[in-house]
């Protein structure tokens, strides 16, 4: 029997790798001779960093870079040889932001090229970005500048009223031979009523008026990358992500955009194993519809079926409720007697919970 656990994080309580061991505890009891393989995962929104680096035996790396606000702060990201693995909202997420200070007319992504160019000094030229939880509506304005690009302007979101020229002969010729692929879930157009200027700018702090100034800046910087870079491809959905830097990704760095669990599962090359597979089994905290809605079981799930109609697919969760999918077979909570949040979300209970309930699935199955 071969078995395959790919379990999300249990946020606050277990990382993936957490999840998955105590989950072959489970499985060995109930089938010692089974084989088991362990995926981490996630959904290439918050901690999909630190997942996948740690679950592809690969190093964070600390760094110094511009926050947010244009202030030196520490932020991390991952190295797994030649490959970067990036969450932008490390080094401009809205999180950084008190909510008297937010304001996108403020904010740079300065610090998300930076970041980028410390990993190219370290051999990377293969990216994964995460662009997630944005504090910005540059529209990549302070990420490119960071870079090297020139538009004889600043690098916060109101010097794009400033850009009127791009320049890149002091980009490093480095950078031009990365491959970068965006986890982005976001469908938004760039601008008008459904951009990001309209949609996220007031969630950053913009009031009507600077929702509508930014709106006509990110137009006019968009026809001159456009018009410049002889780009005939004018809008695709996922430009608008991040405050335009998925535009800024396409663009200026041929970057890919594409769904966050379908870029983790690609890099974790899953799919060999679970074409073999008699049972996989997934998971996260809470299973309910919002699971389906891109998440990363649902993807998993998805995957499997795919390539083996035949597999099994259990998902376990601290709980379950409104739940219906095709791809996933059956849904378990992992509780086993009445308790608190706070007891449930204990490691040593959480470990403890997903070992026994595992070891009940696989005697049944």
Not at 230 to 259: H, M, Q, W, Y
Not at 279 to 285: A, D, F, V
Request: charge should be neutral.
């Amino acid at each position: 029997m071969k078995i395959i656990v790919a379990i999300d994080s249990f946020k606050g309580s277990l990382t993936s790798l957490e999840a998955g061991k105590a989950a072959e505890i489970g499985i060995k009891k109930a089938a010692p001779a089974a084989e088991v393989k362990i995926y981490p995962l996630a959904d290439g929104g918050e901690g999909t960093c630190k997942t996948l680096t740690e679950g592809l035996g690969g190093k964070i790396k600390s760094v110094k870079i511009s926050g947010a606000l244009g202030k030196r702060i520490a932020a991390e990201f991952g190295e797994i040889g030649d490959l970067a693995i990036i969450e932008m909202a490390s080094a401009a997420g809205l999180s950084q932001v008190p909510t008297n200070l937010r304001n996108p007319l403020r904010t740079t992504t300065f610090g998300v090229g930076e970041m980028i160019l410390h990993a190219v000094k370290d051999g990377c030229r293969n990216f994964i970005i995460g662009i997630g939880g944005s504090a910005t509506n540059d529209c990549g304005l302070g990420m490119l500048t960071a870079l090297g690009f020139n538009f004889g302007s600043g690098i916060f979101g109101r010097d794009l009223a400033r850009a009127r020229k791009i320049e890149s002969d002091k980009v490093p010729a480095e950078i031009f031979d990365c491959k970068f692929r965006i986890a982005c879930d976001v469908k938004n157009p760039l601008t008008g009523e459904n951009g990001c200027s309209a949609v996220y700018g007031p969630q950053k702090g913009a009031d009507e008026k600077i929702v509508a100034q930014m709106d006509d800046w990110i137009k006019n910087f968009a026809e001159m990358t456009l018009q410049t870079l002889n780009i005939e491809k004018k809008s695709v959905e996922g430009d608008g992500a991040a405050g335009g830097l998925g535009f800024a990704f396409r663009t200026f760095l041929r970057g890919e955009l594409v769904p966050g669990v379908d870029l983790v599962l690609d890099t974790l090359k899953i799919s060999d194993d679970l074409r073999d597979a008699d049972i996989l089994i997934t998971g996260e905290g809470s299973i309910d519809n919002q699971t389906l809605q891109g998440k990363a079981p649902a993807g998993v799930a998805k995957l499997a079926k795919s390539l083996n109609p035949k597999i099994k697919v259990v998902a376990i969760g601290g709980s379950v409720k409104n739940f219906s999918s095709s791809e996933i077979d059956a849904a378990f909570s992992i509780l086993r007697e009445p308790m608190t949040l706070e007891s449930a979300m204990q490691k040593s209970t959480a470990e403890q919970n997903i070992s026994a309930t595992v070891e009940n699935l696989i005697r049944i199955l």
